[in-house]
């Protein structure tokens, strides 16, 4: 079964600081990777898109890859309260099935502290 | 543009009860997605659509069924409701399909079931 791995936390960081959110998934054919933000009570919304190993970066955040690995991060520098709600990791995966190709992870709840 | 729509918020059913929850989009979108969101869990995916007429199952379509027969409606069926299917229900829209390198999914505001 594929499948994407998270941290549930909660991952509590200060204000600030730079918070960290890892992902690892199990499928070698897994062709690209999204970050979706959930408010509490609030449906998921689309952060960060990365398809190549390395990193991108877009405003406080940076996504990671290594495909090697298997692993996925989300970087957050200067971190606000505001960024305080569950990330999910979220990845798109090559096969026949294709209502399973598009895998999320459970989940990380960061809570900044002010 | 409102982008997707669902009703109702919220919603109690009693064991064996039967509903429908409506989903609609402006955005033109052919793909459509009915996901499921239980605490502490990834979503899932119950039923999705690449156009009108055209479902098929995900993950965990059991105990449910769907049809499209517009571009901007996706409605998800529940037939005798069980206590298991206790969730926050998500549905979603994409301009572009599952398989695509680039699938971003826009979502509705959810709802809140609960079968007692």
């Known amino acids: 079964q594929k499948e994407v791995e998270q941290n549930s936390g909660p991952l509590s960081v200060p204000e600030g600081a730079i918070a960290s959110l890892n992902c690892t998934y199990s499928?070698?054919?897994?062709?690209?990777f999204f970050w979706y933000r959930q408010y509490s009570g609030k449906s998921p919304e689309l952060i960060m898109f990365i398809y190549s190993n390395g990193d991108k970066e877009d405003g406080r955040f940076t996504a990671q890859l290594n495909k090697a690995s298997q692993y996925v991060s989300l970087l957050i520098r200067d971190s606000q309260p505001s960024d305080s709600a569950t990330y999910l990791c979220a990845v798109n995966i090559e096969g026949d099935n294709y209502g399973q190709n598009f895998v999320f992870g459970p989940g990380t709840r960061l809570s900044v502290l002010p | 543009n409102a982008g997707v729509t669902q009703t109702p918020k919220f919603r109690i059913l009693k064991i064996g009860q039967s509903m429908t929850l409506q989903c609609t989009q402006d955005?033109?979108?052919?793909?459509m997605y009915w996901y499921r969101q239980d605490p502490g869990m990834g979503l899932k995916l119950i039923y999705y659509?690449?156009?009108?007429?055209?479902?098929d199952k995900g993950e965990v379509p059991n105990g449910y069924n769907v049809s499209r027969s517009t571009t901007e409606d996706f409605p998800l069926r529940l037939e005798l409701a069980a206590p298991s299917q206790t969730s926050v229900y998500f549905c979603?829209?994409?301009?572009?399909?599952?398989?695509?390198?680039?699938?971003?999914?826009?979502f509705g505001p959810g709802t809140r079931l609960t079968v007692l």
């Open positions: 979603a829209s994409s301009l572009a399909g599952l398989a695509s390198l680039y699938n971003e999914q826009f």
């Open positions: 499928d070698r054919g897994s062709q690209s």
């Open positions: 659509s690449v156009g009108a007429g055209i479902t």
């Open positions: 955005m033109n979108h052919n793909y």
